[in-house]
């Protein structure tokens, strides 16, 4: 009959299944050629400045290949002393496998600060090839959070395409998409709340996350509060199900920390090296960047005001890492910093917990991000690095809501700023600028046309607006006024600037999840 659609040869449920299969080939084409040309992009940078990050691995390299497992954490020929935990180790000892066959000498304990050609592109290629872990996170988070093809697409962009994963891996030196792949694919596991194994998969990878980098202990919370709700708290069986998720947690401790077991100690004493002082060489862009600050200002007044005799002219200013000594405001203990880490978090916790409309994987991810924020800026000796433990995930629900879309332009646009100064030498600073330049111009026009509006006020524009000026200020207009004076302060300048769009983001979108629920509980009672 014309105009009737028949299937005169296939049956329509096979049909439906090679329709779903050519949408997913597509998304994943897309993924695919995206994660090619970003590649290509990385490739380019391998002659690039690279930082003490890279002799730190290669030493793990040679210490994993070189030496016998029961001196691996007690080796410390080196001052880049292996300090992640085990299963990070045993990552080195694979790639280490490798490494022996294109230059051996990269392998000897001994040989410090070795970078031949080979070792340069060597370890380089390592890094590109384990971010294919981290497409592999952003394909499954997509297929639990994403029905539009264009916020899916734009999520690959924010995500593969994200300035600070570029700036910190693949020029300063780092394996964080390989990380953070992980951390992706445990969320997206555990959202399947549908899905019981898809579940106890994620808690594995996210077990499996934490024995091979300790950082992510920051986000803990956030998970084993989201499995308490989604997954043992249902259904009845809470004992039956809280022994199954000790059960996986307590085999992957066994298995990496097992052949350990006598450097234990040694092992903790790296892992959490309290000695370092509250804020590293260069300030993270956090809270105690702030106090700092405030320390610092209150002493010059104290000073002036004959209130203190002396001062020291370079506090917390010096580029080292040590344990600081505050002039006026109390000298916080690691004890303290973790008290105000846990206080902060437990309003969203308690959120995700006890309140029914809160159990969604989007405020799943919404807490996760929010824990992120508080540790960055509450932490005992946080890295700069770590604020991209918050940005990442909330790239998937930028193409979600605008006001989280709102949030991630201010938070991306601060805390990649932030990271520029890890590229010091003169020569990348065109490249400085002109990578911030092209995130912030892109996520607003691709952001703007998704949500068909503008997404900042008028305070936060102008506020992302100045950010490539303090960048520009630090890395050149700083030496034009000044010269070598006051060598500290355009870093510390960046830090407070960035300290101050990070802390406003973390308030707001804190404000935005407690009353959302509120709003939205008010909404259904007037339904009723």
């Known amino acids: 009959m014309t105009g009737t659609k028949t299937y005169s040869t296939s049956n329509p449920e096979e049909v439906d299944k090679k329709e779903q299969y050519n949408r997913k080939w597509n998304k994943d084409k897309i993924l695919l050629r995206t994660f090619a040309l970003i590649t290509c992009i990385k490739a380019l940078l391998i002659p690039c400045y690279y930082s003490t990050d890279f002799e730190v691995h290669r030493n793990w390299l040679a210490i994993t290949y070189s030496l016998p497992i029961r ?121 399947r709340i549908w899905n019981q194994a898809s579940i106890l998969q994620g808690a594995a990878c996210f077990a499996i996350l934490l024995n091979l980098k300790h950082i992510y202990l920051y986000v803990a919370p956030a998970f084993i509060v989201w499995l308490l709700k989604s997954y043992c708290m249902r259904n009845g069986w809470f004992i039956k199900r809280i022994f199954i998720l000790a059960a996986i947690v307590i085999t992957i401790l066994t298995l990496t920390f097992g052949p350990f077991i006598y450097q234990l100690p040694q092992i903790m004493s790296r892992l959490f090296p309290f000695k370092r002082g509250l804020v590293h060489a260069y300030w993270a862009a956090n809270g105690w960047a702030l106090y700092v600050t405030a320390d610092k200002v209150l002493s010059v007044i104290w000073r002036y005001l004959g209130w203190m005799e002396t001062i020291k002219s370079a506090v917390m200013t010096g580029g080292l890492v040590q344990e600081e000594i505050f002039l006026v405001l109390p000298s916080p203990k690691p004890i303290i910093t973790f008290m105000l880490t846990f206080v902060g978090m437990l309003p969203a916790l308690y959120i995700l917990l006890c309140r029914k409309s809160a159990v969604t994987p989007t405020n799943f991810v919404r807490c996760l991000v929010l824990c992120a924020l508080t540790s960055f800026i509450f932490g005992w000796h946080v890295h700069e690095k770590a604020i991209l433990t918050a940005i990442i995930p909330l790239c998937v ?92 302060l355009p870093l510390a300048l960046i830090s407070i600037y960035c300290a101050i769009g990070i802390i406003y983001s973390w308030l707001f979108y804190y404000y935005y999840f407690i009353y959302e629920h509120e709003n939205n509980r008010k909404r259904r009672t007037k339904k009723e």
């Open 397 to 488: 629900l930028a193409t979600v809501d605008n006001n989280d879309a709102r949030i991630y332009i201010i938070l991306s646009s601060a805390g990649h700023t932030s990271l520029l100064p890890l590229l010091y030498p003169d020569n990348l600073t065109p490249l400085n600028i002109l990578l911030l330049l092209l995130h912030i111009l892109s996520i607003n026009l691709i952001l703007q046309y998704l949500f068909k509006k503008s997404l900042l006020y008028l305070h936060e524009f102008l506020y992302v607006s100045l950010l490539p000026l303090v960048a520009a200020y630090e890395s050149i207009l700083h030496k034009f006024f000044f010269g070598d004076n006051l060598p500290f």
């Open 71 to 191: 001196e691996w954490y007690i080796n410390a020929k080196s001052q880049w002393t292996l300090d992640y935990p085990p299963l990070f180790a045993w990552f080195e000892y694979v790639l280490s496998q490798v490494a022996h066959l294109f230059d051996e000498k990269m392998l000897k304990v001994d040989n410090l600060n070795y970078a031949s050609p080979i070792t340069i592109y060597f370890q380089r290629t390592t890094v590109m090839v384990s971010d294919l872990m981290f497409v592999y996170g952003i394909r499954e988070l997509g297929e639990v959070f994403y029905k539009s093809y264009n916020s899916y697409c734009v999520f690959i962009f924010l995500s593969l395409c994200n300035i600070g994963l570029l700036i910190v891996d693949h020029i300063h030196f780092q394996y964080n998409g390989f990380l953070l792949g992980f951390l992706l694919l445990s969320i997206a596991n555990v959202s």
